[in-house]
């Protein structure tokens, strides 16, 4: 099973003709590829609360602990289990954005030898990064719809 097999749904059959003038908001309330695009988002902040809480963490324990008596020693057995957490934690990051697969066909989104931010569409079918749905409306612009109409 794919990672995010789990957010992929089909547009209701009843929703399929749609007219020109309608704008998909209003169509659809839950668009097909919505929750995988959310969830892809949700993995890009983990990497980058990740390097940050990990940098704060490292520059914290070296400015505050040599301060006090021990500290050193205690910097010298906090380092390295640190590091070594953050690691880990980076790397399983890291491997959620890879390892992310398309919400329309379940293939591998992102090749792994290719930057993430350059890559557009998926290899596979040629869905649209961000695009919740089949007719090319971008999560971003479905997001600033769903802020105007909200009270």
Wanted: net charge positive; hydrophobic share 45%; charged share 20%.
């Amino acid at each position: 099973m794919q990672l995010s097999a789990q957010y992929r749904k089909t547009p209701p059959a009843s929703l399929t003709p749609i007219a020109a003038d309608v704008r998909p908001a209003e169509v659809d309330d839950d668009p097909p590829y919505l929750g995988a695009w959310l969830s892809y988002r949700r993995r890009w902040r983990e990497i980058w609360i990740t390097g940050v809480i990990g940098w704060i963490t490292i520059a914290a324990l070296v400015a505050i602990l040599p301060r006090f008596e021990g500290g050193e020693t205690v910097l010298t057995v906090l380092f390295p289990i640190w590091a070594i957490v953050w690691m880990v934690r980076s790397v399983i990051a890291l491997l959620r954005i890879v390892g992310f697969s398309c919400p329309r066909c379940g293939q591998t989104f992102l090749n792994p030898l290719a930057p993430p931010m350059a890559q557009v569409k998926c290899r596979n079918c040629g869905l649209r990064k961000f695009h919740v749905d089949d007719r090319g409306t971008s999560l971003y612009r479905l997001l600033r719809l769903r802020a105007k109409s909200s009270p």
